[in-house]
C-alpha cells in the first residue's frame, strides 16, 4: 500500500514539472490569433497597395494609348500637308506610345490577377481567423476543465480512504457520547421528578395517617368521658337516700 502511495505521489511529481515546464495553452492560443490578426492586417494593405498599383498601372496604359492616337492623327496631318519626314517621325512616337500600352496593358491584367489572388487568400484567411477565434475559446474552455479536473482529482486523491474512514468512526463515537449523555440527563431528570413526587405521596400518607390518628385519640376521650359520666350517673342512682333525723323543740 505504501509503496503504491509513493508510485503515485512520483507521478504527481512527473506530471506537476511537465505542466509547469510546458507554454501556457491560452497564451499560445492568444499569441497564435494575434498572429494571424496582424497577417490580416498586412495582407489587407498588400491588397489595397496592389489595387492602387493596378490603377495607376491603367492610367498609364490609357495615357499611352492617348499619345499613340494623338500621334497617329499628327502623322496624318503631316502627311495632307505632303510632309512626310514629320509623318514618319509621328509614326515613329506613336508606335513607341502603342507598345508602353501594350506592356501596360499587360501589367495591368497580371496585376488584375494578383488582385484577385490577394483577396480570396484574404477572405480565407478571414474565415480561418474566425474559425481560430471559435477554436481557441473551445480550446480554453477544454483546456481551463482539464486542469481544473486534474486539480480535483490530485485533491481527492490525496484524502485516503482509510482517514475518512477513522473521521467517519470518530464522528460515530462522538455522537453515541452525546446520546448517551442525554439519556443520561433525561434519565436522571426522570428519576428527580419520581423521588419528588414519591416525596409528596409519602407526605401526604403521613399526614393522613396522623388526621386518623387524632380522630382516633378524640373519638376514644369523647367514649372515656362518656363513659365516665354514665358510671356517675349509675352510682347517684344506686346509693340509698340519707334518712332525716327528728327535729327537736330547741330547732
Same mark, same amino acid.
Given at each position: 500500500m505504501e509503496l503504491i502511495k509513493r508510485i503515485l505521489r512520483v507521478i504527481r511529481a512527473n506530471i506537476n514539472s511537465?505542466? @509547469?515546464?510546458?507554454?501556457?495553452?491560452? !497564451? +499560445?492560443?492568444?499569441?497564435?490569433?494575434?498572429e494571424m490578426q496582424e497577417n490580416l492586417v498586412q495582407l489587407r494593405q498588400g491588397v489595397a497597395q496592389a489595387i492602387a498599383t493596378q490603377k495607376r498601372t491603367e492610367r498609364q496604359a490609357a495615357a499611352a494609348q492617348s499619345q499613340a492616337e494623338e500621334w497617329y492623327r499628327r502623322a496624318q496631318l503631316a502627311l495632307r500637308q505632303g510632309n512626310e519626314v514629320l509623318a514618319r517621325e509621328a509614326l515613329t512616337k506613336r508606335q513607341a506610345y502603342k507598345e508602353t500600352n501594350i506592356a501596360l496593358s499587360n501589367q495591368v491584367e497580371q496585376q488584375n490577377e494578383i488582385v484577385v489572388r490577394? !483577396? /480570396?487568400?484574404? *477572405? @480565407?484567411?478571414?474565415?480561418? +481567423?474566425?474559425?481560430? /477565434?471559435? /477554436?481557441?475559446?473551445?480550446? +480554453?474552455? *477544454?483546456?481551463?476543465?482539464?486542469?481544473?479536473?486534474?486539480?480535483?482529482?490530485?485533491?481527492?486523491?490525496?484524502?485516503?480512504?482509510?482517514? @475518512?474512514?477513522?473521521?467517519f468512526e470518530r464522528m460515530e463515537e462522538k455522537v453515541l457520547q452525546i446520546e448517551a449523555k442525554s439519556e443520561a440527563i433525561a434519565q436522571l431528570s426522570s428519576d428527580d421528578l419520581e423521588t419528588q413526587f414519591a416525596s409528596l405521596e409519602s407526605t401526604n400518607d403521613v399526614d393522613a395517617e396522623l388526621a386518623a390518628m387524632k380522630v382516633q385519640v378524640l373519638n376514644e376521650a369523647e367514649n372515656t368521658q362518656h363513659n365516665n359520666r354514665l358510671l356517675e350517673d349509675n352510682q347517684k342512682i344506686e346509693q340509698p337516700p340519707q334518712q332525716q333525723l327528728p327535729k327537736t323543740q330547741d330547732s
Open positions: 511537465l505542466i @509547469s515546464s510546458t507554454e501556457d495553452p491560452e !497564451k +499560445i492560443l492568444e499569441q497564435t490569433v494575434m490577394l !483577396k /480570396k487568400d484574404m *477572405r @480565407s484567411l478571414e474565415l480561418k +481567423i474566425g474559425e481560430a /477565434k471559435t /477554436k481557441k475559446d473551445m480550446y +480554453i474552455a *477544454r483546456a481551463r476543465s482539464a486542469e481544473a479536473s486534474y486539480r480535483l482529482q490530485e485533491m481527492l486523491d490525496g484524502v485516503s480512504a482509510t482517514s @475518512s474512514l477513522n473521521a
